[in-house]
């Protein structure tokens, strides 16, 4: 009999939801996290009484209601809406890419023009069967709006020509022929009331946590404390890189507090230039439309991951998808471990996808 059922490594979100559902089963267990804080990359500092989002803006939506239920069981979620703004050279413009930004663009007035001005860009590009996320963007939004408010960003952010990256990419965006300036389509979307730090530690409450923890610096005594891991960390640090370095993007953070109550009117700006190296800026009072007298502001700089960065998005091209399956195949060898989450699944996953990818891996295990 060891001392723990379960040793999570990783004190993410992904991880939470794990702990919390093993436990509330009666199961024992540990979660550890090389970091001094809870909650991974939706944890927020609190700075002058802003929440702000250490390790970049965090929206949450979903269109599944037991996934939005389950959140909202910890904490209230207030009514934001994400709607950026996207600063092209100083002219600003609507987004996500709907009839405001059309109006913007081209001064059209109604969906017909709009989609026909579309039509024929898209026709003039000629490409019918889009293969990379350039020939994808252009075939939804035609060459204007790729040019002015895709192309550059998209280049910036993952440090890859559009035409070598995949078209899954931006079809996260929607294109919408409403005045609706709604980043999401999901019905349900909201920031938690009082930050994200209630969320994950309302799943940890009453859980053993010990923080600063780095699993690989004391493997096998930490292995030996439980029956099963369950590890949420990168995949290719588990296996020792044994097939090579999966790569990520990561991002560079600048914040500044300011003394004036508000720097941009808007959560997020995005710079869609490429001559701007940082991506956007966010100003993090308005996500929880904050009325105090100072505001935090970030700059965000894309840059390549190297070991010791953090690892934010994956980058699911083909030369590590194939990695990541060799990964892949040697976790489902495991024995007694649980792989699961942005890092373990190498997928660049939205928190609803995480709660949702955690919640099924839990019914599965216990079934
Ligand atoms: N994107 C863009 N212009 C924008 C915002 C997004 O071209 O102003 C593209 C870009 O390729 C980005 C993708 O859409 O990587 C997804 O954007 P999203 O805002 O969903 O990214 P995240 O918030 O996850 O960084």
């Known amino acids: 009999m060891k001392q723990y059922d379960y040793l999570i490594v990783g004190a993410g979100l992904w991880g939470s939801v794990f702990a919390h559902e093993a436990n509330k089963r009666g199961k024992k267990c540990l979660v550890i996290d090389r970091r001094e804080h809870t909650g991974g990359n939706v944890y927020c500092e609190n700075v002058e009484?802003?929440?702000?989002?250490?390790?970049?803006?965090?929206?949450?939506?979903?269109n599944d209601k037991d996934i939005w239920d389950y959140v909202n069981s910890f904490v209230e979620f207030n009514r934001y809406t994400n709607s950026p703004v996207a600063n092209y050279y100083g002219e600003l413009f609507n987004l996500p890419f709907n009839m405001n930004t059309f109006y913007q663009l081209w001064?059209?007035?109604t969906p017909a023009e709009a989609q026909a001005k579309i039509q024929e860009q898209v026709k003039a590009a000629g490409i019918t069967d889009p293969k990379n996320l350039e020939e994808q963007a252009i075939s939804l939004v035609g060459t204007d709006i790729y040019e002015k408010l895709i192309k550059a960003y998209t280049e910036k952010q993952w440090g890859r020509k559009a035409t070598e990256l995949p078209a899954f990419i931006i079809k996260r965006l929607p294109v919408r022929f409403t005045f609706d300036n709604n980043y999401f389509n999901d019905r349900y979307q909201g920031i938690p009331i009082g930050g994200y730090n209630k969320l994950t530690e309302g799943l940890l409450n009453g859980i053993e946590t010990r923080l600063g923890v780095d699993f690989f610096k004391d493997r096998e005594a930490l292995s030996e404390l439980a029956e099963t891991i369950v590890y949420t960390g990168?995949?290719?640090?588990?296996?020792?890189f044994q097939y090579g370095f999966l790569e990520y993007r990561s991002l560079r953070f600048e914040n500044q507090l300011l003394d004036q109550d508000n720097y941009q009117g808007n959560a997020v700006v995005n710079y869609t230039d490429g001559e701007t190296e940082f991506t956007r800026i966010i100003e993090h009072k308005h996500f929880e439309f904050g009325t105090q007298d100072k505001t935090v502001i970030t700059h965000e700089y894309p840059q390549e991951w190297t070991k010791g960065a953090e690892p934010y998005y994956p980058v699911n091209d083909d030369k590590n998808s194939e990695t990541f399956n060799k990964y892949k195949a040697l976790a489902s060898a495991e024995e007694n471990v649980i792989f699961g989450g942005r890092l373990a699944e190498y997928r660049y996953y939205d928190m609803h996808q995480v709660v949702g990818s955690a919640l099924s891996r839990v019914k599965k295990h216990f079934a």
């Open 107 to 109: 001064k059209v007035k």
């Open 234 to 240: 990168q995949i290719d640090e588990y296996f020792n």
């Open 49 to 62: 009484g802003i929440n702000v989002h250490k390790y970049g803006a965090h929206i949450f939506h979903t």
